[in-house]
């Protein structure tokens, strides 16, 4: 019985295991192919509307160089994994006059009306090898500041090819566009933040 299972029943099995593989292969085979052949080809911008690359700012619209953070630091506070640093910017020190003003409103017992701090960070770090692409940051972003890019062509030779200074990128991002003729935005609107479910 068993020399029965062995030499006919088992070889059986296989081929038909075999088969089965052979027709998922054909399948795929002959569908539609949706891989391309990189660095031959690349994905087209109209197919990375979905796509969730690491974060990056987004751009103020009247001037893409600035992002539209407003430094309010609840992007970094929220950041399950402390992926974002933002170095919020000092109030510039009273002039001698608005010191004076400042003084003469104290001593009448006034709020005095003191320099405001400029809204833009003074730097704005990312550390991509410890996001988990959760969107928290995204989502709770109030000024709709922060996204995902569709930058899928990453390589790097050590974990600090991907710390990010994104004030950086996007200046460089508004440049690359200028130099090009084009928007200051990417070539393909990047993904947005789907709510959890
Ligand atoms: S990106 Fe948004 S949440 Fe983060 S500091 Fe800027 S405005 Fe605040
Ligand atoms: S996507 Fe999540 S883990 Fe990544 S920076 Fe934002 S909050 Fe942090």
Redesign the pocket.
Known sequence: MNAIRKHLIQPIVDLWSLIVGLKVTGKFFCDKQVTVHYPRKVVRNEDLLAYRGHVELTPNPKDPVKPK????????MYCPSNCLT?VKPKPPKPTPEEQKAIEEAKARGEKPKEPKAPRE?VSFTYDYTLCSLCAT?VE????G??RFSNDIYLAGSSRKDFFYDLLARLKGQAEKATKAGGAAKPAAEPAAAKPAS
């Open positions: 953070c407003i430094a309010c630091g609840m992007c970094a933002v960070p940051c709770n972003c109030p000024a500041a922060l």
